[in-house]
């Protein structure tokens, strides 16, 4: 009887702090695109070892956030399709968000 009640203790304690953390993820964070598009992401999911070497093998000129925003959707969601597992940009920065998520979580 001892030993179920340390682990039904254990679970609440898991539980309790599982949501303290999606707590602390409610609500809009400005994630750097380095957080979510870290190299096990992006070994993942295309040839590039990080989001870095993908950036500046699209040859795009990239040296600021407005020069990426500047990119058509098209060329961008293009280039990405062709040299990702994802269909398009907004595609793989959800499943990169996804997987942010779950390892802020603890679920990863």
């Known amino acids: 009887?001892?030993?179920e009640i340390k682990g039904m203790e254990e679970l609440q304690n898991n539980l309790d702090n599982l949501?303290?953390?999606a707590e602390q993820l409610h609500?809009?964070?400005?994630?750097?695109?380095?957080?979510?598009?870290?190299?096990?992401?992006?070994?993942?999911?295309?040839r590039f070892?990080?989001?870095?070497?993908?950036l500046d093998a699209s040859g795009f000129k990239?040296?600021?956030a407005d020069d990426f925003k500047a990119i058509p959707e098209s060329e961008r969601n293009a280039f990405v399709k062709n040299n990702t597992s994802f269909d398009g940009w907004q595609d793989m920065l959800r499943a990169a968000v996804a997987e942010w998520s779950k390892k802020k979580l603890g679920l990863e």
């Open 19 to 21: 949501a303290k953390r």
């Open 27 to 46: 609500g809009s964070h400005d994630i750097p695109l380095r957080e979510l598009l870290t190299p096990s992401f992006m070994a993942a999911c295309s």
């Open 62 to 64: 990239i040296e600021s």
């Open 1 to 3: 009887m001892n030993s």
């Open 49 to 54: 070892a990080a989001i870095d070497e993908m």
